[in-house]
């Protein structure tokens, strides 16, 4: 049975690299706030639209770590390599097929979807430079994949803050046109994170090299085997597809936002999504290593284990984010000048980052029942269990920001109906416990 602390041992390397990962786009932001409004707000945007196609990968990515944590809780070393492999194979041919659709689609049909032009051609602009980093974005998360389905996750914190400090520097330098570099604005803030990106792939693969036995993991034989992938896409198809309906309905919140509300709350709801983002790391870290726990104690033949164990998971990130929420909660104004210093634009987020601080429990217990779900294998049914949340959460956002024209502090209140739905229903099938008998 995992402890505690053996839990807080896998789960926070997995932390700090889901912070590096998410800190790319809040440095982004952090420093286009000081570029201006349009910049603020079409990062949002740009940076949703990215994340849409990332998470394509991503999807493939998180199958693929809960058949390593299945592999690994049974022992079964010599298919784990296998799967890394087959993975970077699919998702090099996806990134190759990405690249060109994303560049004509930013330039030719993306545009078409804003109110602002301004923010259009920023868009434009981002997306020109940050589609290129899709290739590395996915061989990086077949590498996390392969290090948290092995409970080895301490290479992620080296690798956060490699990715950290490369994103830093070159935002500073090609944003502003520091050290000698050209002054790019919000092209500027895209390239950099690619070259982060760049950095983080090959920080892992020097890493996997030096530090991992081909033997053991079966890295020694590299050839293309269409039934590991068709395993793989058995488990990730699902989560692929649950991914881009849940990224896209993002994007459709911050697009409606745009063309209803307008250029202001757009770069209010950005600052929110900031926060967002870094406040639910630690809950985000917890949800990840629930489901590759939960998939390496069903290999190892110990299914009446899991529930103590995702309950266990649930007290612990809820637990967490209660105290970051106090902490944000008492010092608003302290933390949301770090990402602007107009006045008024500060007075504006206030309140909305109020209402995300109240959503939070919610999404700290229900991210984690969601992974359980996952983590056993049955992303059908984790799909399923989306898309009928999603039609709720679609339906009343469109009630209270394109009907209604409500406030952005009432339309994150989009959060809690998400994570309320989540909640109840991978509670209820937990407990009735019909995914001990899945195989994969």
């Not at 629930?290 to 990130?317: E, H, Q, Y």
């Not at 309140?351 to 601080?357: A, E, G, M, S, T």
């Not at 999404?363 to 059908?380: D, I, K």
Request: charged share 10%.
């Amino acid at each position: 049975m995992y402890s505690n602390k053996r839990i807080i041992r896998v789960s926070t390397p997995l932390l700090l690299s889901l912070l590096a990962q998410n800190v790319l786009q809040v440095i982004d932001t952090a420093f286009l706030g000081r570029v201006g409004e349009v910049e603020l707000g079409a990062s949002a945007l740009a940076g949703v639209l990215y994340i849409a196609i990332f998470t394509l990968g991503f999807g493939f990515s998180m199958g693929s770590q809960i058949l390593i944590g299945r592999r690994n809780g049974e022992q079964n070393y010599r298919q784990i390599g296998e799967i890394v492999i087959q993975g970077i194979v699919f998702l090099s041919m996806l990134a190759a097929v990405l690249i060109p659709l994303m560049s004509i689609a930013s330039r030719h049909w993306f545009p078409s979807l804003f109110e602002s032009k301004r923010i259009a051609g920023a868009v434009t602009e981002y997306l020109d430079w940050r589609i290129f980093g899709i290739f590395f974005a996915f061989a990086n998360a077949m590498f996390r994949a392969f290090f948290v389905g092995i409970a080895q996750t301490k290479v992620l914190t080296w690798n956060a803050i490699v990715m950290t400090l490369v994103n830093i520097v070159f935002d500073y330098a090609l944003i502003f046109g520091n050290f000698g570099m050209p002054k790019m604005g919000i092209g500027g803030a895209a390239l950099a994170s690619v070259i982060a990106e760049i950095a983080s792939m090959l920080f892992f693969a020097i890493y996997l090299m030096k530090n991992i036995d081909f033997k053991k993991y079966g890295f020694n034989i590299i050839r293309f085997r269409w039934p590991v992938m068709k395993r793989i896409l058995d488990i990730s198809i699902f989560m692929m597809i649950q991914n881009i309906v849940s990224i896209g309905t993002w994007m459709l919140f911050f697009l409606f936002i745009e063309n209803y509300l307008g250029e202001r709350p757009l770069a209010v709801a950005n600052i929110v999504r900031s926060f967002y983002m870094i406040l639910t790391i630690p809950a985000n870290a917890l949800s990840a290593t629930t489901n590759t726990l939960v998939s390496n104690t069903i290999g190892a033949g110990r299914k009446d284990a899991v529930l103590s164990l995702v309950k266990r998971i649930c007290l612990m990130s809820f637990s967490i984010i209660v105290v970051v929420v106090l902490c944000v909660a008492i010092f608003p104004q302290a933390v949301i000048a770090i990402y602007t210093n107009d006045p008024s634009l500060l007075g504006d987020t206030v309140l909305p980052l109020y209402v995300l601080l109240s959503a939070l429990p919610f999404y700290s217990v229900g991210g984690t029942l969601f992974s359980a779900v996952s983590g056993t294998g049955n992303t059908r049914t984790a799909l399923v269990f989306e898309l009928i949340t999603m039609v709720f959460y679609v339906s009343y956002m469109w009630f209270i920001i394109v009907h209604l024209r409500s406030s952005v502090a009432i339309a994150w209140t989009t959060e809690h109906l998400y994570w309320i739905f989540l909640l109840i229903m991978s509670t209820l099938y937990l407990r009735s416990g019909k995914w001990k008998n899945r195989q994969i």
